[in-house]
């Protein structure tokens, strides 16, 4: 095999190659080492862990299981080897390292062990030490010498809990069978102090002689391949690339005949084949030049021709890139106007200063007569007589230093002339009338655009003053029931659901997030079906409200947002239950009324009656009947009395009167009551409460009402009932709201509770007029009445008195 020159390419470049491979194969080497060191510490430590999840797994077993089931067997009997978690655990890891001696290291030791076998040496004493010290750490690991065989070490506190004091804390305590087998040892601790360690050990020192034997193969196998590709490596690049190169040298050294030219191959000779081929284009290259200074001659003819025409077209090209620079000037400030005048007061400036003009103007001539100048002159510019026709066939007029130009978005539609005046001894060229055409186009497009664009904004002005000036929410959502677009009464209404917190109109998911709608109150629905849908929600404040949806078709005939339209329905609701409610109050009242006095006047005989019997008859068993009738007969004309209070309520009068001093003398009345229930009536006044015009037997009449039911309601004990009164200055009205701690008014009973005759009380405890009473009372006044249940238990009866008087009709 014939060696390269040591001073060739090929030489270069195989040495090259053998250093590259040298610092990629240390490189491999380090990263393949510290790779497998990696690799070594992940198992052992992941052996260590399993080791300790082993222990783990005993001592659970036999605390939560062996230990309970041998207490039941044996009573109180504690066997060590049955029932110890240490004895166990130490025994059965004992058992596992027998049985692979090198596999790993277990002791679980303690300072003053109890088993002295089991006392930890000076290492195990400092890992106490640092737990106790570091008492967030749970784990310490890393590499010792123990014996003289280096170990990957994990150790872990042994923290003593409540159920390891039975058996460490005071000697007393412990079972006797410990006493006797060890003596006082091992007793003293407290809960959650650490006495010693579960320490692993996982001797490495062979693991690291295989690693290290492991990575030699690697580097034997890694520097056999290195000479198998050095080699390959090596005639490749021969044969591409070396020959290649001398045989492009070998052309130069034919050209070099004489003395001077082999003195020159045979220092060639002496580098390398690049060395030889830069030195062969350099001598071509002084051919070359010598042939450039004859070609030098022959082209100085034609260089007076050839820099004429050159100077013609850099004053065309310059011409150009002037029209580009002004179209673009032109461009930009057309975008930047928002009007007619706008834009010729920022287009004219840039066109007098392209073409060196005296002066530029730009006639209206459709509209009336305007001009705009530049320089600026109240002036108007003198026309030529065939302007019309200008116009007309959309031709640009020039004379020697004036020009006409149509400016018209498209051919025929001109809208007026753009007047170009040139200074003194200055003439346009023909090559600007294809320039001043276009200059036209360019501008009549701004112009329409600026008028296209005034009239859209416009338009969404007018339209954005229409969205925003209906009072009821009004929004364009897409599929997703996202906002689009909203009005501001749909971002008032998403402040009032949300509590402040949605502020761009998001309402939809507000009003339906809990209705069978996935959410979006049918929207996917109606896109879906292309159908305008309306529906009610229901919100569990007591809101409702109404919906419609109207799908909106896009440019494609997609449909992807709809207009929603949210009427609130709430008060149209109330009002409907109040009438309905009232209607039936009166119709019940007039029943009523006829009937008590149709049975009051037999009732009126049998009392007379009963009482005459009785002075008639005897002491005894025949006195206490009658007294039975009686009494009776005395409820049935209470229940009377109630029927007519209920047909003919006592309307408020013009007097006002103290609200919170009235209820303060209903609570003291009603408060022994109370306290015989060994309950609390408290009455509480937030602010200053204004006179209401209401009669003093009615409010008496509807508070009483609502505390005999409330103290009906309470429990025997603990009982408590809130009475609050305040003022509402937006609505103008006292607010008294009566609250207990009952269980409340049932769902189903909610929407009856006002009816006459209604009660949920047991048979003889009521005659179900109370509440209706009261209703009939607070409609008279011009008031409402509102029940529902308190979040924290019990019901709640909301009455609102106007402080303003308005007779009902």
């Known amino acids: 095999m014939k060696l390269p020159r040591p001073y060739s390419l090929q030489s270069k470049f195989l040495i090259g190659l053998i250093m590259t491979s040298v610092a990629i ?14 690799v070594l510490e992940r198992e052992v430590e992941e052996k260590a862990a399993m080791v300790l999840a082993q222990v783990d797994a005993v001592q659970q077993y036999v605390r939560r299981i062996l230990r309970p089931r041998m207490y039941e067997v044996l009573d109180d009997t504690f066997i060590i080897e049955a029932m110890s978690s240490s004895f166990i655990t130490r025994n059965i890891m004992d058992g596992v390292s027998e049985h692979s001696p090198t596999s790993h290291l277990y002791r679980r030791v303690a300072i003053g ?18 737990f106790r010290a570091r008492p967030d750490r749970k784990v310490w690991q890393g590499y010792t ?21 039975h058996c460490h804390g005071r000697p007393e305590d412990a079972p006797e069978q410990i006493m006797a087998l060890y003596g006082d040892r091992g007793f003293g601790h407290r809960k959650d102090s650490i006495g010693g360690v579960d320490f692993v050990g996982l001797p490495v020192s062979a693991s690291v002689a295989h690693m290290q034997d492991t990575i030699m193969s690697y580097l034997m196998v890694f520097a056999i391949a290195a000479l198998i590709y050095l080699g390959a490596t090596n005639v490749i690049f021969k044969r591409i690339v070396a020959n290649n190169i001398r045989l492009l040298t070998t052309c130069f050294k034919r050209n070099f005949s004489d003395d001077k030219g082999l003195e020159l191959v045979r220092k060639l000779e002496k580098g390398d084949e690049i060395g030889q081929m830069i030195s062969g284009i350099e001598q071509l290259g002084d051919y070359l030049y010598e042939t450039r200074e004859q070609l030098q001659h022959y082209a100085n003819d034609l260089e007076g021709m050839v820099r004429e025409r050159t100077e013609k077209l850099a004053e065309q090209a310059e011409a150009r890139s002037a029209d580009v620079r002004l179209f673009v000037r032109l461009l930009a400030g057309s975008s930047r106007s928002g009007s007619r005048p706008e834009l010729w007061e920022s287009t004219l400036p840039h066109i007098v200063a392209r073409f060196d003009l005296e002066r530029a103007v730009y006639v209206c001539t459709f509209y009336s007569r305007r ?22 066939e959309s031709r640009p007029h020039i004379e020697a230093d004036r020009a006409f130009i149509p400016v018209e978005s498209s051919v025929g539609n001109a809208e007026g002339l753009l007047c170009l005046y040139r200074k003194p001894g200055h003439t346009f060229v023909e090559q600007d009338e294809e320039v001043f055409q276009a200059l036209g186009r360019q501008l009549g497009i701004a112009a329409d655009n600026i008028m296209a664009l005034d009239s859209i904004v416009r338009n969404n002005a007018n339209m954005h003053a229409i969205f925003e000036g209906i009072t009821e929410p009004l929004l364009l959502v897409d599929a997703s029931a996202n906002p689009v677009v909203v009005n501001e009464a749909a971002r008032r209404l998403g402040l009032d659901l949300s509590g402040g917190t949605v502020r761009d109109g998001s309402i939809i998911a507000l009003l339906c997030e809990r209705a069978d709608t996935q959410g979006d109150c049918d929207i996917s629905k109606s896109l879906n079906l292309n159908e305008v849908i309306s529906r009610e929600v229901s919100l ?3 809101r409702s409200f109404a919906l419609s949806i109207y799908p ?6 997609a449909r992807t947002q709809a207009a929603v339209y949210v009427h609130e329905t709430t008060q149209q609701k109330r009002m409907l239950a109040h009438m309905t409610q009232a209607e039936k109050l009166a119709t019940v009242g007039k029943l009523a ?19 005459l019997l009785k002075k008639g008859l005897p002491e005894g068993q025949s006195g206490e009947d009658v007294d039975v009738i009686v009494k009776h007969t005395r409820q049935a004309q209470n229940v009377l009395k109630n029927l007519l209070s209920f047909a003919r309520p006592k309307a408020g009068n013009d007097q006002a009167v103290d609200l919170p001093a009235i209820i303060d003398s209903l609570v003291a009345v009603f408060r022994v009551q109370a306290e015989s229930q060994h309950a609390v009536l408290a009455a509480e006044i937030d602010g200053d409460i204004p006179p209401v015009p209401v009669d003093i037997q009615a409010l008496e009449h509807i508070m009483a009402n609502l505390i005999i039911n409330a103290l009906d309601a309470i429990p025997d004990r603990g009982g408590r009932i809130d009475i609050r009164t305040s003022f509402d200055a937006r609505t103008r009205e006292v607010v008294v709201t009566v609250g207990d701690n009952g269980p409340g008014i049932a769902e189903e009973d909610r929407h009856f509770i006002f009816d006459p005759f209604y009660t949920t009380k047991e048979v003889n405890k009521g005659s179900g007029l109370g509440l209706s009473i009261v209703f009939g009372f607070m409609s008279d006044l ?22 303003t008087r308005t007779e009902n009709k």
């Not at 194969?25 to 990696?38: E, I, K």
């Not at 001009?371 to 007309?392: A, F, G, K």
């Not at 049975?599 to 009656?609: A, D, F, M, R, S």
């Open 25 to 38: 194969g240390g490189l491999l080497l380090a990263g393949f080492s510290y790779h497998m060191r990696q």
């Open 113 to 130: 062990a109890r088993n002295p076998k089991f006392e930890a040496n000076q290492m195990e004493r400092d890992l106490v030490d640092y």
């Open 145 to 165: 010498d123990i014996d003289g065989v280096e170990h990957f070490v994990m150790a872990r506190p042994v923290i003593y809990a409540q159920s390891c004091l």
């Open 371 to 392: 001009h705009y100048s530049w320089p600026q002159s109240d002036v108007p510019p003198e026309l030529p007589e065939n302007w019309i026709q200008l116009l007309t």
């Open 540 to 542: 569990p404040s007591g």
């Open 552 to 557: 909106v078709a896009e440019s494609g005939g």
């Open 593 to 611: 009324s006829g009937l008590a006095h149709e049975i009051n006047n037999p009732l009126g005989v049998i009392l007379c009656y009963a009482k």
């Open 782 to 803: 011009g008031g409402s009445v509102v029940a529902d249940n308190l979040t924290t238990g019990g019901a709640r009866f909301t009455l609102r008195f106007p402080v």
